[in-house]
């Protein structure tokens, strides 16, 4: 659970920073120290996000493999939403 909240706090803030960076208009491709520094946080917290974002994906078939009762499926279709959405939204910056 820690990572799929990890994931989730680090892609939401990384929606946010660019969602400031298209409502100033700023580009990715940028010269501004202060707009560059918005960009490279912005790539780290897409970092995080995809490494938790997997880290969750793993632990849910981890879970799944060890357990004996499975968890609610809620649950698991939440965490595995959110596993997936830091990668897709990378593929769709880049």
Do not use: K, N
Not at 44 to 63: D, E, H, Y
């Amino acid at each position: 659970m820690f990572s799929t909240v990890a994931a989730l706090a680090a892609e939401t803030a990384a929606l946010l920073i660019l969602g400031w960076m298209s409502r100033t208009g700023v580009s990715i491709q940028i010269a501004d120290p202060w707009e560059t520094g918005a960009v490279q946080l912005m790539g780290v917290l897409l970092l995080i996000a995809v490494t938790s974002g997997i880290c969750s994906l793993v632990l849910v078939l981890v879970v799944y493999r060890l357990r004996q009762v499975p968890p609610p499926r809620a649950v698991t279709l939440g965490s595995c939403v959110i596993g997936i959405l830091p990668i897709l939204t990378v593929g769709w910056l880049s």
